[in-house]
Nanobody, 124 residues
Framework: VQLQASGGGLVQAGGSLRLSCTAS????????IGWFRQAPGKEREFVAT????????YYAESVKGRFTISKDAAKNTVYLQMHSLGPDDTAVYYC??????????????????WGQGTLVTVSS
């Protein structure tokens, strides 16, 4: 399955954006779909995931309470709704899928299917 991320852009601090990750085929319950981000000069980091087999959601501490991940199975799309954005949220955002262990949902290395990134820039 191919993943395509979209929805990035330039937003002022305090603003909101919604990212979309659209799959080329149905997202089965055997796949977890995660969002990651990579800021300039930094490693790619976990942001949020909707876990396979149950649809539980998990968030990085830095985005908890501000970001919401959701899945629309009918549209083969996973969304990342972002509120109260700050300059530290500036990064290229990627979506990815895995059938790996749900206990290590934050591990970037277990995600083996990546979409292209979408750039989010938050101005102060």
């Amino acid at each position: 399955v191919q993943l395509q991320a979209s929805g990035g852009g330039l937003v002022q601090a305090g603003g909101s954006l919604r990212l979309s990750c659209t799959a080329s085929t149905r997202i089965s319950n055997s796949h977890s779909i995660g969002w990651f981000r990579q800021a300039p000069g930094k490693e790619r980091e976990f942001v949020a995931t909707v876990r396979r087999m149950g649809g539980y959601t998990y968030y990085a501490e830095s985005v908890k309470g501000r970001f919401t991940i959701s899945k629309d199975a009918a549209k083969n799309t996973v969304y990342l709704q972002m509120h109260s954005l700050g300059p530290d949220d500036t990064a290229v955002y990627y979506c990815a899928s895995t059938t790996g262990p749900t206990s290590t949902y934050w591990d970037v290395n277990q995600y083996n299917n990546w979409g292209q990134g979408t750039l989010v820039t938050v101005s102060s």
